[in-house]
């Protein structure tokens, strides 16, 4: 979430009242929501003038004064970026807004997982993303409802976080991190949390995701980046569980069949701020190396998942 507000501010300082003089589509897929082809969606947006860029979760929507929206999804690794018309194309540009200051608004994608809709009557909230919860930041979250939603879910709390119809703009790496800063097992079910617990968890997310905000947000590469093209750089100062990807999270899931997970996860609110990356970092650090896995095999040379014997965590771990 912090990368998309990040781009959404962006929009909202550069394209608010920003009228469309010309739209190009230089490749279909990103328009592919809109039916009747990329031709009836660039002239369907000539004319109309933005207003205050919003966003709901990971959509953005840019209002137009009609009270229809351009929304957006970025997907894995879409950009809006503001160029003067005359400045080279970014590799993988894929639809041009002409602006009447000058400016030129362009969606680029590399992989087009996400993709551009014309959302009629969606300037208050496009009928598309209204099944989304609001996040974290929304002024109108009432949080105690929040708190007492997330508690009354079976599943794992990690999980609950990540739901977007629970709450939103929680990714992977926020919800792993807030719960490390909770000192809240990731696989603990929600509603066996106290109430208090579940509230130092959600604040805990709103504390990580506002310093990223603060940076940027989170980039590991040169996918999401703001208009201006610059990456997040809280990916450096992420303080607890991705910045040490050598590797607990990585052990627990490599090696879950093995049943280490078991043993790491109730360790993992205490464990030393050391990057786990070597055996001797793990039996420093306290924790058992995964039971090894005795497993025959049959004629075919195929497992036979009935002759896998694991043993499971010592009693005393």
Request: glycine content about 8%; aromatic content about 4%; hydrophobic content about 45%.
């Amino acid at each position: 979430m912090p990368e998309v507000e990040v781009v959404r501010r962006g929009l909202a300082d550069m394209v608010t009242h920003r009228s469309v003089l010309h739209v190009s589509v230089l490749h279909p897929r990103p328009v592919r929501a809109h039916l009747t082809g990329p031709d009836d969606f660039a002239a369907t947006l000539v004319g109309r003038r933005f207003g205050v860029a919003a966003r709901r979760g990971n959509f953005l929507w840019l209002p137009f004064d009609d009270g229809d929206a351009l929304l957006a999804h970025l997907g894995m690794s879409g950009q809006f970026r503001i160029n003067v018309p005359t400045a080279p194309l970014q590799r993988h540009t894929r639809v041009l807004f002409d602006l009447d200051d000058g400016a030129q608004l362009r969606f680029v994608d590399q992989r087009m997982f996400g993709g551009l809709s014309l959302a009629p009557d969606g300037a208050e909230l496009p009928a598309a993303v209204a099944h989304i919860a609001r996040d974290l930041f929304d002024p109108a979250l009432d949080l105690p409802a929040l708190v007492a939603r997330v508690h009354g879910k079976r599943s794992a709390i990690k999980r609950v976080l990540l739901d977007q119809r629970v709450v939103s703009g929680i990714g992977n790496i926020y919800a792993d991190e807030a719960l490390w800063l909770a000192r809240v097992n990731p696989e603990a079910p929600a509603d066996g949390l106290s109430l208090a617990a579940v509230r130092r968890v959600l604040e805990s997310a709103r504390e990580i995701m506002a310093a990223a905000l603060a940076q940027g947000g989170t980039s590991f590469d040169d996918l999401y980046v703001n208009v201006n093209g610059e990456s997040g750089s809280f990916s450096r100062d992420l303080p607890r569980v991705q910045a040490r990807r050598g590797t607990l999270r990585t052990l627990r899931d490599t090696h879950q069949a093995g049943g280490l997970h078991q043993q790491v996860l109730p360790l993992l609110p205490s464990l030393p701020t050391l990057a786990l990356s070597t055996a001797a970092d793990v039996a420093a650090a306290g924790v058992s190396p995964p039971p090894r896995c005795r497993v025959s095999r049959g004629r075919s040379g195929r497992a036979d998942a009935r002759s896998r014997r694991c043993p499971g965590p010592s009693s005393g771990s």
